[in-house]
């Protein structure tokens, strides 16, 4: 499976600023899926992103508050824009197996505190 | 779209008894079932999956049963270890190109020594 690196793993930001989150894999994938997982809760998929065109946006979460680049198969950037304490989260990426494997695999995360 | 719901929410057990975690799921077209273990602090990581066309799955401790007619799935984890305390999530997904996993609540399991 693959192995993603995410960074930063932690941070601790001034609300109103942006925080660009990394994503980097070992291998080539078409799909790369960002997730956030608010405190004690479960994931939520913020979008999906293809490289080469605009990501796909979940209901609930909008471009220019969480742009996302994919400028080649193994890497992406998720940024947190304009923050506020509401986005205390862990910020996940993940993509997908291998053909005949659906086996998602998720970076470290990326753990947000807003204050 | 797909719902997924988990229960319990929290399972406390003996070291070496079994636990069991249940999953439903709403859409009939989910044909991909994985399960997730996060310990504190890290990502989710893949513990066991099974797909719409099988039953049952084992791997050693760990096992996994589907009912498509009732649309849910479960977890079994036999002689439970202290090391398997954590938070388990179960998900469901049209497994094509690109459809993403819905995830259930989260089950945390304590597992006493």
């Known amino acids: 499976s693959a192995v993603i690196s995410q960074k930063p793993s932690r941070d601790i930001c001034q609300r109103g600023t942006s925080l660009t989150i990394q994503c980097q894999v070992d291998s080539q994938v078409t799909m790369m899926f960002w997730y956030r997982q608010q405190p004690g809760q479960s994931l939520t998929l913020i979008a999906t992103a293809n490289q080469g065109s605009e990501a796909t946006y979940e209901s609930g979460f909008v471009i220019d508050k969480f742009p996302i680049s994919r400028p080649n198969l193994t890497f992406s950037t998720l940024t947190v824009s304009n923050m506020s304490p509401e986005d205390s989260s862990i910020y996940l990426c993940?993509?997908?197996?291998?053909?005949?494997?659906?086996?998602?695999?998720f970076g470290s995360g990326t753990r947000l505190t807003v204050v | 779209g797909e719902n997924v719901e988990q229960h319990p929410s929290t399972l406390s057990v003996q070291e070496g008894d079994s636990a069991v975690i249940k999953c439903t799921y709403s859409d009939s077209a989910s044909n991909y079932f994985p399960w997730y273990k996060q310990e504190l602090g890290k990502g989710p990581q893949l513990i066991i999956d099974?797909?719409?066309?099988?039953g049952e799955k084992k791997d050693q401790r760990i096992a996994v049963t589907l009912n498509k007619t009732a649309k849910h799935f479960s977890l079994h984890i036999t002689e439970t270890q202290p090391e398997d305390s954590a938070v388990y999530f179960c998900a469901a997904s049209i497994s094509n190109a690109g459809n993403m996993l819905t995830f259930g609540g989260g089950t945390r399991l304590m597992v006493k020594p």
């Open positions: 993940s993509v997908e197996g291998e053909w005949g494997n659906y086996g998602y695999t």
């Open positions: 099974i797909r719409s066309n099988v």
